[in-house]
């Protein structure tokens, strides 16, 4: 089993910028795409990000050229990069990730809030 654990998440005023990070452990670690989810209050959960294993990124309109998303292999961790955050960026962000065989995982998620 894969376990994914955020970290990052916090109260910023708008305009700010916060770095989010997922750390992905397990026996296995084959994680073709991980990305990030964010979840208002009473609203549905939405892709913010996504980067694959080859490094392609998808973006939500929303978001685009004020986040960046990025992976390092290495330490097994995928970074969300928020800069000019809005009101509307607040809320609950959760780290997702998919093997080959189709296997999901999600993290626990942590809270963004941002003040204006």
């Known amino acids: 089993q894969v376990q994914l654990v955020e970290s990052g998440g ?7 910028s916060l770095r989010l990070s997922c750390a992905a452990s397990g026996s296995r670690l084959i994680l073709n795409v991980m990305g990030w989810y964010h979840q208002a209050p009473g609203k549905q959960r939405e892709l913010v990000a996504s980067i694959t294993n080859g490094g392609s990124t998808n973006y939500a309109d929303s978001v685009m050229g004020r986040f ?16 000019s955050l809005k009101s509307d960026d607040t809320g609950v962000y959760y780290c997702n990730a998919a093997n ?6 999600w993290g626990q998620g942590t809270q963004v809030t941002v003040s204006s």
Do not use: E, H
């Not at 916090?10 to 700010?16: H, I």
């Open 10 to 16: 916090g109260l910023v005023q708008a305009g700010g």
């Open 68 to 83: 960046t998303i990025s992976r390092d292999n290495a330490k097994n961790t995928v970074i969300l990069q928020m800069n």
């Open 100 to 105: 080959r065989w189709g296997d999901t995982y």
